[in-house]
């Protein structure tokens, strides 16, 4: 697969590993569309792309909103006449006990992270059934696992998960791959803006983010596999194990997550 001239959507691009996918496609060669929801960011962001050589749009979206979806999908057709591409990484993540945490807050992240890929996918799906192109979506090792003080955007993961192994299948004798992401602990913004029972932002990683696999390396392995039309993803050696040992030893694997998690900085549950 070649990525000369084809058309790439990555929404939530403006930091963290939706920005270093566009700039990992872009140098492959493909036009790139970018949302954001902050301008000021997005608008930083597509000059970045620009100084790297890279063909770019910038469209102000809000992934959680439908009418922002479509007309993304719209206006990139506009724009450059086609789509081959989405990355659906726009997400955000919470931190909190169930028992504390206000519901508004699980719908934002159900919102964001699992009906802000599900929209980006309806109206993008004409376009990549037409060029026989790929949808990845941008998931989390908490999709084949959960973890306290994450049920919402948990949930949120598996959703995104069951999602598109359904339409896989659905598409899968007619020439369009899915790709399902699966990345670990990466050092982005996400855990900094993770939201805390009230909707407030967390501000402050409670892990050691120098330790993790960086924004970049993510990128270029998502990179790779969409080129080599792979089905699944999953990032680092800690988080392949999560997801074997979860598989074979569920019971022990909940005592093992807990004590993990409850080393955090600020653990809620301690």
Not at 118 to 125: D, E, H, I, S
Not at 155 to 169: I, P, Q
Not at 189 to 194: D, K, L, V
Request: hydrophobic share 40%; with cysteine.
């Amino acid at each position: 697969m070649s990525l000369k001239d084809k058309v790439v959507i990555v929404t939530g691009a403006t930091s963290g590993i939706g920005e270093a996918c566009a700039f990992a496609f872009g140098r492959e060669g493909a036009k790139v569309v970018i949302t954001g929801r902050n301008e000021e960011k997005l608008s930083n962001s597509v000059k970045n792309l620009e100084k790297g050589g890279i063909t770019v749009l910038g469209i102000l979206a809000d992934a959680a909103s439908e009418s922002d979806n479509k007309r993304m999908a719209e206006q990139t057709i506009r724009h450059f006449g086609r789509i081959d591409v989405l990355i659906n990484n726009a997400g955000i993540s919470m931190r909190a006990l169930f028992e504390d945490l206000d519901l508004e807050v699980f719908h934002k992240v159900m919102d964001t992270n699992f009906w802000g890929t599900v929209y980006a996918t309806k109206f993008c799906l004409p376009e990549i059934l037409k060029n026989k192109g790929s949808i990845v979506g941008v998931s989390s090792i908490n999709g084949y696992r959960g973890t306290p003080a994450r049920t919402a955007y948990t949930a949120s993961k598996f959703a995104m998960n069951g999602f598109f192994e359904s339409l896989r299948t659905e598409v899968m004798k007619r020439g369009v791959h899915i790709l399902v992401a699966s990345p670990g602990f990466t050092a982005s913004n996400i855990r900094n803006n993770a939201l805390r029972a009230d909707g407030s932002v967390q501000g402050e990683s409670p892990r050691e983010e120098a330790k993790m696999m960086s924004s970049e390396e993510v990128a270029n392995e998502i990179l790779k596999a969409t080129l080599k039309r792979k089905r699944d993803l999953v990032l680092t050696g800690q988080g392949k194990l999560a997801v074997f040992l979860n598989k074979w030893i569920p019971g022990i694997m909940d005592g093992i997550v807990y004590n993990h998690m409850a080393k955090e900085k600020d653990s809620p549950f301690k």
